[in-house]
């Protein structure tokens, strides 16, 4: 079945420091892969999406390059700021489920973010 | 409006009694999402309405019953529910089923059961 796989975390980084979130997947068709990002307290939030291969996601400074020969979804910023603790969610869209064929997010574990001054 | 809104933000509630979670969304969205999510860990599926009809139940327990009275709503009804279901309870909603529409989520309701 499909799966994402996630470095674990905490990742701790100075600010302005560069940021890499690895994201490697398993997946029988051709998925679509999102970045979530939760901050504390609150619910999940895109970040940005990719949905074929070769395709970069880009918002707010990061960026994410879907890599189907490597199968991975790596997430990068080149300078961190404060603001961007928070747990980081890696996701795939594959294959259809339940009646009517709905495509169900399959999320990687998370990686905690923390970004000191 | 780009907004998923929830009420309430936090529930208390003992094992007998009823409550239900309330969900909505303006975005003219036809899919709606119930998620469970414990601390440290990604949101879990419960349940998925897909044009106001029940598409998945993830084999959630009973004690848990959605409803979907119409596109813009979504309920989660609780009864008897036991300890370990305390969580954060995620509403999500999305423009379609297919693979390449992100979800869009509400800030939650943070439920703990005594």
């Known amino acids: 079945g499909d799966s994402v796989t996630q470095m674990e975390g905490p990742v701790t980084l100075s600010e302005e420091a560069f940021l890499t979130i690895n994201c490697t997947y398993t997946?029988?068709?051709?998925?679509?892969l999102f970045w979530y990002v939760q901050y504390p307290g609150e619910g999940l939030q895109l970040l940005l999406k990719?949905?074929?291969?070769?395709d970069k996601g880009s918002n707010k400074g990061f960026e994410a390059t879907y890599r189907k020969e490597t199968t991975s979804f790596h997430l990068e910023k080149g300078s961190v700021q404060v603001s961007d603790s928070a747990v980081y969610f890696c996701?795939?869209?594959?294959?259809?489920?339940?009646?009517?064929?709905?495509?169900?997010?399959?999320f990687g574990r998370g990686t905690s973010l923390i970004v000191h001054p | 409006d780009t907004e998923v809104t929830q009420t309430p933000k936090h529930l208390v509630m003992g094992m007998t009694n009823k409550k239900s979670l309330k969900c909505e969304q303006h975005?003219?969205?036809?899919?709606m999402y119930w998620y469970k999510q414990k601390a440290k860990k990604p949101p879990e599926l419960m349940f998925v309405?897909?044009?106001?009809?029940?598409?998945i139940n993830e084999s959630v327990p009973s004690r848990f019953s959605p409803e979907c009275p119409n596109s813009s709503l979504l309920n989660l009804h609780l009864h008897a529910l036991q300890p370990e279901d305390s969580a954060l309870y995620l509403c999500?909603?999305?423009?379609?089923?297919?693979?390449?529409?992100?979800?869009?989520f509400g800030p939650g309701t943070r439920l703990t059961v005594t």
């Open positions: 990719a949905t074929k291969a070769d």
């Open positions: 996701a795939l869209s594959d294959q259809g489920r339940g009646e009517g064929g709905s495509y169900i997010p399959t």
């Open positions: 975005m003219g969205h036809r899919a």
């Open positions: 997946a029988t068709g051709y998925p679509s």
């Open positions: 309405y897909s044009y106001e009809k029940l598409s």
């Open positions: 999500a909603s999305s423009r379609g089923t297919a693979s390449s529409y992100e979800q869009y």
